[in-house]
């Protein structure tokens, strides 16, 4: 089936440690996102990829770092300067950037 | 800055009933996209409607409408015949950016009386 898989489902950090979260799609899409969704707020953009080996800084990127090696991988990686990380990570991903967005069923990332 | 309202935090509708879930959004833009997403409590996020800024007539899909109003900036959504599966949080979303970015509302909590 095609989809978007995130994984793990859940994540536990400890202080001072970098943690990735993985995304990825079979759906050939070109664009790929991350977004942060905390309690009582929408969807906020961390990083996007509309193309392999090139991506751009959303609107929350600090703390936060991606790569696109490949068309079908967007990982996230969350560096020890993410002073708040916990909350729930979503990926999508789109035909191009003006496209509607598909959603993977999320990451929950926790603090020790 | 682009932005999208969503003014009401939680609704609730009886089942079987018609319910709207209002979004305001805002762009300098004159060519768009918007969109209503539901996140049931799975969390998975899962595209409702899609409307183009160019077209003047409201989308539909099923049960679910919109009420596209470009000159006033609103794009609310009503769902008809309001079913237990479809309580869930929406989220109105505007593709309405140079930047490629979507811009998310901080979403409405629809509750479905039996």
Known sequence: ?????????YL???EGQNVTLSCEQNLNHDAMYWYRQDPGQ???????SQIVNDFQKGDIAEGYSVSREKKESFPLTVTSAQKNPTAFYLCASSTDSQETQYFGPGTRLLVL | AQTVTQSQP???????ETVTLSCT??????????????????RQMI???????????????????????????SFSLKISDSQL????MYFCACDCSTGNQFYFGTGTSLTVIP
């Open chain 1, 1 to 9: 089936d095609g989809g978007i898989t995130q994984s793990p489902k």
């Open chain 1, 12 to 14: 536990f950090r400890k």
């Open chain 1, 42 to 48: 929408g969807l906020r953009l961390i990083y996007y």
């Open chain 2, 10 to 16: 939680e609704m609730s509708v009886q089942e079987a």
């Open chain 2, 25 to 42: 959004y805002d762009t300098s833009e004159s060519d768009y996209y918007l969109f209503w997403y539901k996140q049931p409590p799975s």
């Open chain 2, 47 to 73: 595209l409702v409607i899609r409307q183009e800024a160019y077209k003047q007539q409201n989308a539909t899909e099923n049960r679910f409408s919109v009420n596209f109003q470009k000159a006033a900036k």
């Open chain 2, 85 to 88: 599966g479809d309580a869930a």
